[in-house]
């Protein structure tokens, strides 16, 4: 199908070679939605970090633990389009409420959130964390229950301090769910769509334009199946590429249990 | 005695810092739950009122009539319906086959369904729709309902692992007794395998619940609209208007099943997340 100039609603199709890519490659725009998926997925290491010290400190015999694990997961639980739907009146230019709460403390007129293009992909990372780091956070949590005690007691014997036990403990054993983590998060990162389309669409100047979204564009706007299946290939060649190149490093940081 | 006090004090720090991080949280809600029991105009009103001044519930009553919110709720059910009984049946039942019967290849197959997962959902979406196109079925919902009916390869993976731990004497037995392989995994397997279902069946829901991107390529008119497609016209609606409140407070009533849900099984939530992300 991408070999072919296919116009769905025509009902016109022809064999047109790799003209659909020529074009493809040849469109500044769809370089454009693949930088800024590649840019959007700066969230995924900040939301890593963030869930791994929510994990470590709610792993820790403390009162209210169990409230505060379920106050971080409730944006996983919350209806997709709401959650954007509510991102978007929080960021608000004029009225939203962080702009609103900026003029009220510093009396200064705050950045348009989704209306500046330099700030579009920065609103969608913050968000991007706020929604993910709940899910992320449980996972570590059950990674950080799968060390054996005995680990810290050979550290403790051996004089070590709290930083030894993370360093030489926690880390690599969280190496298997963190490699987990990245790999789903940087397969749907590469597919980021439906936040986007909610909150900014395209963004101004087309600044927050993602892959898919892109051929969604083509595909079902502009009705060109031919030029959308060519962007499914080049996704799916890209996702697998990086899938392969994360399992060949992964040996050399995974820690394998098994052993 | 120095290790408790010492333990103490990094506890009451952690947990001052835990409430901070709560409230950021918690923030975003606070601000919906805010917006919703707005007046129109008091929606743009600055200082920020947190507390609504006066407390109205009339976006909570209006949002009915002004999207078809209902219907789509209504139609995610019918959807979520047969994919859920279904889909669970079929996943429970191949996961029987490939954990306790003898299949030849089966561990090559098995590898096979699980490359299937592999392969992202964004990039089957032409090759599907225009399938479905052929067959003059979209902008309805079978093409939402029928791929799901057929079971689940998450789903599957998860029950499989969970069959793994339960014992096959119980096969034996069931056998001794001269049952079939379908009454002994009905009679005896299924019940068994309860939890499992429960937490898998959940996850699913929301997911179904939550799903946009194929609503929205295969359903054209608004009669046929999902939860999340009835919600995104009402934000287009509403916007130009500053309809705030409307938008809120459809957000909430959209959110609300899940919460609901969420809350009932807290438990199941965080345990199945847990086995299927770090075993998987």
Known sequence: MSFTNWN???????IVGFDNYIQLFRDSLFWKSVLNTVYLMIGIPIGMIFSLLLAMALNRKMPGKKVFRVIVYLPAVSSMVAIALLWRWIYNSEYGVLNLMIRQLFGAQGPGWLTDPSWVKISLIIMGIWHGVGATMILFL?????????????VDVNGGNSFHKFWYVTMPMLTPVSFYVLITGVIGGLQAFGDQFIITGVGPEHSAITIVYYLWEKGF??????????????????????????????????????? | ??????????????????????????????????TSLKQKIHALDFPIQWIPHPLTFTAYV????????????????????????????????????????????????FMGLLATMMIPGAVTLIPQYVVWGK?????????????????????????????????????????????????TFVKIFLPMMKPAIAAQVIFWFMGIWNDFIGPLIYLDSEKNYTVQLALRLLSSMSEATSEY???????????????????????????????SGVKG
């Open chain 2, 135 to 183: 067959l003059g079925l979209v902008d309805t919902f079978i093409p939402l309902i029928v791929p799901g009916m057929l079971g689940n390869v998450t789903m599957m993976f998860f029950f499989r692992q969970y069959l793994n731990g339960l014992p096959n004497e119980f096969i034996d037995a069931a056998k001794i007794d001269g049952a079939s392989w379908m009454t």
């Open chain 1, 221 to 259: 706007v502009s009705r060109d199946m031919g030029l959308a299946c060519s962007v499914s290939w080049i996704l799916s060649i890209g996702i697998m590429i990086v899938t392969l190149i994360q399992f060949k490093c992964s040996n050399k940081w995974v820690y394998d249990t098994s052993n």
């Open chain 1, 142 to 154: 059950a990674g950080l229950q799968n060390v054996p005690k005995d680990y810290y007691e050979v």
């Open chain 2, 62 to 109: 209006d949002v009915w009539d002004v999207s078809p919110l209902l219907s789509g709720m209504i139609n995610s059910l019918i959807i979520a319906i047969p994919v859920l009984v279904a889909g669970t049946f079929v996943s429970a039942l191949g996961a029987f086959a490939f954990s306790k019967m003898e299949v030849p290849h089966k561990n090559a197959l």
């Open chain 2, 245 to 275: 409140p409307l938008i809120m407070a459809g957000s909430v009533i959209s959110t609300l099943p899940l919460l609901m849900i969420f809350i009932c099984f807290q438990r199941y939530f965080m345990e199945s997340m847990a086995i």
């Open chain 2, 1 to 34: 005695m120095k290790i408790k006090a010492k333990n103490r004090t990094t506890n009451v720090i952690i947990f001052v810092i835990m409430s901070f991080v709560s409230i950021t949280m918690l923030f975003p809600f606070a601000w919906m739950i805010s």
């Open chain 1, 8 to 14: 769905i609603v025509a009902g016109t199709k022809s």
